[in-house]
């Protein structure tokens, strides 16, 4: 199977930042990623998909990056309601695979 | 509007078997793959298993390979996961998945969850 390893894994920060989220695959995915959030008691949420394009409804401070084994999820203004968990997915192969994720906390 | 409503999760002793049901509305089920995805507490999610939309092609996480059988019943616009020889380690929320139009691998639309707890 395909490793996704995401960093950090705890990321404190304010509302306005600007924040970056790292994921790392094992292998090339070529640009065969999505993101979700999610929060507390909820289910994970599509952010993006085949690396940067943005789901519907998705504000666009939400944008991604990268090919290849290492991608990012860039928040360009954090809001209060952007604090959650993030994941990262790879659909490169069936075996899909998920990062164990980046929590998002106040600063 | 989709919604995905799963149903059948609860306790189970080590080795013990379930049948989780997913019933979906608000869109054409019978022309979308579908897929079971799992999260232990604490942890990220995990995908367990997926379908094709006539459910001639299914795909298995290697964690519940041999274990566990997906299936859909299109004209009850249901998914189902049976689970047999279950483990400790199985224990989770189980959510099914509906995947984005034309990409069966990516999931936009979940459903509550059902939660799933094996122990003695």
């Known amino acids: 199977d395909i490793q996704m390893t995401q960093s950090p894994s705890t990321l404190s920060a304010s509302v306005g930042d600007r924040v970056t989220i790292t994921c790392r695959a094992s292998?090339?995915?070529?640009?065969?990623l999505a993101w979700y959030q999610q929060k507390p008691g909820k289910a994970p949420k599509l952010l993006i998909y085949?690396?940067?394009s943005l789901e519907s409804g998705v504000p666009s401070r939400f944008s991604g990056s990268g090919s290849g084994t290492e991608f990012t999820l860039t928040i360009s203004s954090l809001q209060p309601y952007d604090f959650a968990t993030y994941y990262c997915q790879q659909y490169h192969t069936y075996s899909l695979t998920f990062g164990q994720g980046t929590k998002v906390e106040i600063k | 509007e989709v919604q995905l409503l799963e149903s059948g999760g609860g306790l189970v002793q080590p080795g013990g078997s379930l049948r989780l049901s997913c019933a979906v509305s608000?869109?054409?089920?019978?022309?979308?793959?579908m897929n079971w995805v799992r999260q232990a507490p604490g942890k990220g999610p995990e995908w367990v298993s997926g379908i094709g939309y006539s459910g001639g092609n299914t795909y298995y996480s290697d964690s519940v390979k041999g274990r566990f059988t997906i299936s859909r019943d299109n004209s009850k616009n249901t998914l189902y996961l049976q689970m047999n020889s279950l483990r400790v380690e199985d224990t989770a929320v189980y959510y099914c998945?509906?995947?984005?139009?034309?990409?069966?691998?990516?999931?936009?639309?979940w459903g509550q969850g059902t939660l799933v707890t094996v122990s003695s």
């Open positions: 292998q090339s995915i070529s640009n065969w």
């Open positions: 608000g869109f054409t089920f019978s022309t979308h793959a």
């Open positions: 998945a509906k995947p984005l139009v034309g990409a069966t691998k990516i999931f936009e639309s």
């Open positions: 085949k690396a940067s």
